[in-house]
């Protein structure tokens, strides 16, 4: 009997702390606008489901009824504020980091503390060697990742010239060839060729989503005890970590000699990561998490980028002979340099129109307030909320850009020889596919060099296009993600230049 009274009273207890935090969650957001479904606690579910499914008719509904102020959407657990207008979201662009952050908001989103580990949210220390050496090393780095781009495509690519072969996983080959040739600048030869640890790093971010989802629903208290045994994210972590000891403990030791010898500095993206994390007092595990966040941000993000573009041009064949003729002038001038990509100017802009159509999330520049903000339109968001900005929307805004819905490759070209700085890697409130800001992307600047470099591979040395009778599909999307959809096959051709 004192059972069940116990059970009572825990179940209504549990009722009345679930009604209290969904009613203020409700109160404190109830003069932003809501856009899908309705504001109240719980029903407000009901925009959820929508989201789920429809969430880019959703942002557009609110897009284009509140355009230059706030709207919000419900996401799971919690609002999503959404920004928009050049002036407010230039205002969110430059909100400092005590005021709001980008690694609280994903930090509950992916649940960070189960699926990378505690310390990566304390000190993400990676970023700052990604915006400083990895991007100052491009240069050096140049002719290593040449080599693992024309070594990738020659085995993961076997096609001939004289007859059309079908390529049915395009996707998974990109991922890998990705994951080869970002990994030869992170980590070096010859981990980067290895095949567990390349099906490591690319399984990471499945691996996230997984662990995420079942960690969601287990109580705070005991999320710690539920990730030792069921985060499949922290067993990749440390499986990769077995497989990269060696070459850590050598680059340690080296560190160590060079702190004898002061004039041999650092040298690379894993010699810089080591020295960070041993001024930090950090042992060789923090040094492999490191490398795992690195390519959970990188590998995915740019091998959908190249299926993207693969896709574009088979749709745009008319383009490809003034991309080859580019490619080749500058090549055939220069070499395979990072400045002789920096010429393919019809390319960048070709990247960047394709970037801009597709896009990895229908929404950008993620911050959680820290303390309250003010807009400057006089709307408030309290502390603790996550502010977003609809990109596609802004992407395909004809106040932004002339015939949004037409794809055109020479756009930014255009626009770059009128003297706008239109370069794939730049950001403004009007591209935003990168992020904005403090926080946007670091790796962009080695992306673009990276994409384009085998983009400009691929022009050179093959032909591709559509199956028969098929066209270019267009993107699937899962809430606010956008992926390219496999199901329709290429087929490719050697040839020669
Ligand atoms: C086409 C490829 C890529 C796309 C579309 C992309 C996109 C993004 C976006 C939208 C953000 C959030 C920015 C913001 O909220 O303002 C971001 C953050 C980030 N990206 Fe990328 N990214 C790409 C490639 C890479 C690569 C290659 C790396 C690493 C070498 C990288 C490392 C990061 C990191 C570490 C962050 C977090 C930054 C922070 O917390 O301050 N990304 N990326």
């Excluded at 309705?38 to 929508?50: D, N």
């Excluded at 007092?281 to 490191?290: I, N, R």
């Excluded at 809430?479 to 199901?487: E, G, H, I, L, Y």
Aim: hydrophobic share 40%.
């Amino acid at each position: 009997m004192e059972d069940i009274a116990f059970l009572k009273w825990l179940g209504t207890f549990a009722a009345v702390g679930l009604i209290w935090a969904c009613g203020r969650r409700f109160y404190r957001l109830r003069h932003i606008p809501t856009v899908g479904g309705p504001s109240l606690p719980i029903l407000s579910y009901l925009g959820v489901i929508r989201l789920m499914h429809d969430a880019r008719n959703m942002l557009h509904e609110g897009y284009n009824k509140h355009y230059g102020s706030l709207f919000k959407v419900a996401f799971p657990n919690q609002w999503f504020v959404v920004v928009t207008g050049d002036k407010l979201i230039d205002e969110l662009r430059r909100l400092p980091d005590d005021v709001a952050l980008f690694k609280d908001a994903i930090k509950d989103l992916l649940e960070l503390d189960t699926t990378i580990g505690p310390a990566f949210h304390a000190d993400p220390y990676h970023i700052d060697v990604i915006r400083t050496q990895l991007t100052r090393g491009i240069g050096n780095a140049f002719p290593s990742l040449y080599n693992e781009i024309e070594d990738a495509f020659e085995e993961l690519l076997p096609v001939y010239a004289n007859q059309w072969t079908v390529v049915d996983d395009m996707l998974q080959k990109l991922q890998r060839i990705t994951a080869r040739v970002s990994n030869r600048a992170f980590v070096g030869m010859p981990i980067c060729r290895n095949n567990t640890y390349l099906d490591l790093v690319i399984q990471h971010t499945m691996d996230i989503a997984w662990t995420r989802k079942r960690m969601i629903l287990i109580p705070r208290f005991l999320k710690p005890l539920a990730a030792m045994f069921f985060s499949r994210a922290l067993n990749d972590i440390n499986q990769g970590h077995e497989l990269l000891l060696p070459v850590l403990v050598e680059r340690r030791n080296k560190f160590d000699n060079q702190e004898k010898d002061p004039a041999s500095g650092p040298s690379d993206y894993l010699d810089c990561l080591m020295e960070a994390a041993l001024l930090r007092g950090k042992g060789l595990e923090s040094v492999t998490q490191m490398i795992f966040a690195t390519n959970f941000a990188a590998i995915h993000t740019s091998s959908n980028s190249m299926m993207y573009f693969l896709y574009d041009v088979a749709a745009h064949p008319d383009c490809i002979p003034s991309l080859r003729e580019e490619i080749q002038e500058v090549v055939r001038d220069q070499g395979w340099t990072k400045d002789a990509v920096g010429k393919l100017l019809k390319l960048d802009s070709f990247m960047r129109e394709s970037q801009r159509f597709n896009g990895t999330s229908a929404i950008s520049v993620m911050r959680k307030s820290v303390k309250g903000v003010t807009f400057s339109n006089g709307q408030y968001v309290p502390p603790g909320v996550v502010m977003v900005v609809p990109a596609r929307e802004i992407h395909f805004d004809s106040r932004v850009y002339d015939n949004p819905d037409v794809f055109d490759p020479l756009r930014f070209y255009t626009m770059r020889a009128n003297g706008v700085n239109e370069q794939f890697a730049n950001t403004s409130t009007s591209y935003v596919a990168f992020g904005l800001g403090k926080h946007a992307c670091p790796g962009r600047f080695f992306a673009s060099c990276e994409l384009k470099a085998m983009a400009a591979h691929l022009l050179l040395h093959y032909d591709w296009k559509f199956e028969t009778g098929k066209d270019r599909p267009e993107n699937r999307w899962f809430a606010v993600s956008v992926m390219p959809d496999t199901d329709v096959e290429l087929l490719f051709k050697k040839r020669e230049w």
